[in-house]
């Protein structure tokens, strides 16, 4: 069933991966399932949710400010509520886009005003979810559409969530046709860490995208409309976008729908490990023709990753 929210139409990327037959089979409104995002924050304005989209407070808990070291993840770059919109706005409830998942997120504020991270804060945030996710017995999936080079800080980091049980779902990188970024990298090692690259709406590698042996699989990544912050932040000056709806692009923005993708499945089959999660993810992958190191196993189908 298409939903009534206004900007659906729009969301090329969502009828791509069959968004409308996944939510026949499954809806996502799980309490047992964390879909943890590790980024810049989400649109918050004195200590409240402030995105039309993005302001269920049932559903999104605000989680560490580990770039100011307090308990206000607010975005001040907007690269992170343009993350969460893409998981998890608010479906069917006439306002702006549609996520794919409809259940629990947990924000974490990773990224400052420039969207730079560290090794440090990637740690920590991993540390405060997987804590997050104990204390409510849920499972854990972990969003992070950042990277960099390989550091111990990230593998100590990694080893923490998959001994813990988590997911983690990390952006390939957006080095124009260079090397995967950690921790995304990391995925040829781990079976419980997703590699996610970009593709257009011709299910091409664009020429910005990261690629090589460890890619998992792709998902759209060009021209994808999502939520920014109410206010101004600094993707309006640098991007010279709008506030509240823009498109960005970037294996930043393939990755949520991947993050998403197994919040449903986890939700929908509570006693699998997270390897077989990303298992059902890249068994049910549609194959891309062209190098295994653009594509992986292929672009998700979430109808079929849910049947």
């Given at each position: 069933?298409?939903?009534?929210?206004?900007?659906?139409?729009?969301?090329w990327g969502l009828k791509?991966?069959?968004?409308?037959?996944?939510?026949?089979?499954?809806?996502?409104?799980?309490?047992?399932?964390?879909?943890?995002?590790?980024?810049?924050?989400?649109?918050?304005?004195?200590?409240?949710?402030?995105?039309?989209?993005?302001?269920?407070?049932?559903?999104?808990?605000?989680?560490?400010?580990?770039?100011?070291?307090?308990?206000?993840?607010?975005?001040?770059?907007?690269?992170?509520?343009?993350?969460?919109?893409?998981?998890?706005?608010?479906?069917?409830?006439?306002?702006?886009?549609?996520?794919?998942?409809?259940?629990?997120?947990?924000?974490?504020?990773?990224?400052?005003?420039?969207?730079?991270?560290?090794?440090?804060?990637?740690?920590?945030?991993?540390?405060?979810?997987?804590?997050?996710?104990?204390?409510?017995?849920?499972?854990?999936?972990?969003?992070?559409?950042?990277?960099?080079?390989?550091?111990?800080?990230?593998?100590?980091?990694?080893?923490?969530?998959?001994?813990?049980?988590?997911?983690?779902?990390?952006?390939?990188?957006?080095?124009?046709?260079?090397?995967?970024?950690?921790?995304?990298?990391?995925?040829?090692?781990?079976?419980?860490?997703?590699?996610?690259?970009?593709?257009?709406?011709?299910?091409?590698?664009?020429?910005?995208?990261?690629?090589?042996?460890?890619?998992?699989?792709?998902?759209?990544?060009?021209?994808?409309?999502?939520?920014?912050?109410?206010y101004y932040t600094t993707?309006?000056?640098?991007?010279?976008?709008?506030?509240?709806?823009?498109?960005?692009?970037?294996?930043?923005?393939?990755?949520?729908?991947?993050?998403?993708?197994?919040?449903?499945?986890?939700?929908?089959?509570?006693?699998?490990?997270?390897?077989?999660?990303?298992?059902?993810?890249?068994?049910?992958?549609?194959?891309?023709?062209?190098?295994?190191?653009?594509?992986?196993?292929?672009?998700?189908?979430?109808?079929?990753?849910?049947?």
């Amino acid at each position: 069933m298409m939903p009534n929210d206004p900007l659906f139409p729009e969301q090329w990327g969502l009828k791509e991966i069959n968004a409308e037959k996944a939510w026949d089979l499954c809806n996502g409104n799980a309490d047992k399932v964390i879909l943890a995002v590790l980024d810049s924050g989400i649109a918050v304005e004195a200590g409240k949710l402030s995105h039309p989209d993005l302001n269920d407070a049932d559903r999104f808990f605000l989680g560490r400010d580990l770039i100011n070291h307090d308990d206000d993840p607010s975005d001040d770059h907007g690269h992170g509520t343009h993350v969460t919109g893409i998981a998890s706005a608010t479906r069917n409830n006439k306002t702006g886009i549609a996520g794919l998942w409809l259940g629990q997120v947990l924000v974490i504020k990773v990224f400052d005003s420039k969207n730079n991270g560290s090794s440090e804060t990637f740690k920590d945030g991993i540390t405060a979810a997987v804590r997050f996710a104990k204390e409510r017995s849920s499972h854990l999936v972990i969003n992070y559409s950042g990277g960099g080079p390989d550091s111990n800080l990230k593998k100590t980091a990694v080893q923490y969530a998959v001994e813990n049980g988590a997911l983690l779902v990390a952006a390939a990188g957006n080095n124009d046709g260079g090397v995967i970024d950690y921790p995304a990298a990391y995925a040829s090692e781990y079976s419980q860490v997703m590699a996610v690259g970009a593709v257009d709406s011709e299910r091409k590698r664009p020429s910005f995208a990261s690629r090589g042996p460890q890619m998992s699989v792709v998902a759209p990544g060009v021209d994808i409309l999502s939520t920014l912050p109410n206010y101004y932040t600094t993707v309006n000056q640098a991007e010279k976008k709008q506030t509240k709806y823009d498109r960005l692009q970037g294996t930043s923005q393939a990755a949520p729908l991947v993050s998403a993708l197994a919040a449903l499945i986890w939700s929908k089959w509570p006693d699998l490990p997270a390897a077989q999660v990303r298992e059902k993810i890249t068994a049910s992958a549609d194959p891309i023709t062209g190098s295994s190191e653009d594509f992986g196993h292929g672009m998700i189908n979430a109808e079929k990753a849910l049947t």
